[in-house]
């Protein structure tokens, strides 16, 4: 089945620091990647979605130059943390699926966990 | 506006049945997904259905009326394994998938 491959599992790091997290598909070609954020005991939220070779559109509410997404290739996206702050530590998830629509769906990342001190 | 609506949390027998509602109202439809996510990780997906009717996986089956904008997510045999949070999803007219708050399910021997 589809493979999704997400970077690191975990990561704590100071405040100020930039964290880069990569989420590649091991075994078919993303058109379409997701990023999302999840806080405890909550419902997944939307950061953005990125297709290939296109900037990546956000969601309301999220900050384009905090979060900076590269999909520069049909089976790698890179989420970038810039300067994070302690109100970023999340779980950080990305999804890739094959196909715009149809009946494909998402496959996600086994997430992120992001802990900024 | 777009809401997916299914209850919070449920609780159920071990080798037992258990039924997940999901309502919905988006802007179009493209197709509805049932997910599966223990906590701490990431969902992983168990179902599609895009045509009305009864799609069965296994002991897990989903059902779609598109007409009534609900579907549900069927649970036999219920294993302690199967608690986890249950996340329903639809696909709208933009192909951007709407997601429900999740449904937790809670088995008890």
């Known amino acids: 089945g589809a493979v999704v491959s997400q970077h690191p599992s975990w990561v704590i790091c100071k405040s100020g620091t930039s964290v880069k997290i990569e989420c590649r598909s091991l075994d078919f070609q993303a058109t379409t990647m997701f990023w999302y954020r999840q806080f405890p005991k909550q419902s997944l939220m939307l950061m953005a979605t990125s297709n290939e070779g296109s900037k990546a559109t956000y969601e309301q509410g999220v900050e384009k130059d905090k979060f900076l997404i590269n999909h520069a290739s049909l089976t790698l996206s890179t989420l970038t943390v810039t300067s994070a702050h302690p109100e970023d530590s999340s779980f950080y998830i990305c999804s890739a699926s094959h196909l715009r629509g149809g009946n494909q769906p998402q496959h996600f990342g086994d997430g992120t966990r992001l802990s900024i001190l | ?109």
Not at chain 2, 66 to 91: H, P
């Open chain 2, 1 to 109: 506006g777009q809401n997916i609506d299914q209850p919070t949390e449920m609780t159920a027998t071990e080798g037992a049945i258990v039924q997940i509602n999901c309502t919905y109202q988006t802007s179009g439809f493209n197709g509805l997904f049932w997910y599966q996510q223990h906590a701490g990780e990431a969902p992983t997906f168990l179902s599609y259905n895009v045509l009305d009717g009864l799609e069965e996986k296994g002991r897990f089956s989903s059902f779609l009326s598109r007409s009534k904008g609900y579907s549900y997510l069927l649970l036999k045999e219920l294993q302690m394994k199967d608690s986890a949070s249950y996340l329903c999803a639809v696909r709208d007219s933009n192909y951007q998938l709407i997601w429900g708050a999740g449904t937790k399910l809670i088995i008890k021997p």
